[in-house]
């Protein structure tokens, strides 16, 4: 199987209205559980569909409708709060933003550099470090969406 770490865009982080889990809590539920709920504040965007805080992820509605309409049943969207920091309604003021959701990976992993282990099957994986890997048919399917900025990275099995 080939698999495929992915490092999307960073166009902002964690707002104030972010709500994190207790160290306990994200013991036994893990990392993807770190943010009880995302508060994705812009401080910038190149235009990816995909894009990244971690260890949380969000989605466009665009991507997110193709997702729904997809046979990728490994994930979980969330509602969450985005908004625009002071710095990126200065620079950009007319810069418009579509709808994005919080994009949750079902699948576990373990990477190390270019390695993979412990693989649960999934299509869309989160590692314990809160780093996504998708198989080559979910890039597959990534790749009709702009995800111009995103680094791939191709894992082989340790």
Known sequence: MILYFLEPEVSG???QYTIYRTEEEVATEGISDKVK???YEFEGWLGDDLLESTPA???SSKLRTE?????FIDYKLEECLVTKSDEFIKMHPDKEIPNFIRFIPLG???IEE???KNWSGHHFCLSPKGELVVTQEALDF???FS???CFITHLTLE
């Open 57 to 59: 992820f969000i989605v």
């Open 67 to 71: 997702l729904e309409n997809s046979k």
């Open 147 to 149: 995800i111009d900025n």
């Open 37 to 39: 709920y995302l508060h």
């Open 108 to 110: 576990k992993i373990e």
């Open 142 to 144: 990534l790749y009709s």
């Open 13 to 15: 982080g964690h707002g």
């Open 114 to 116: 270019e390695n993979f």
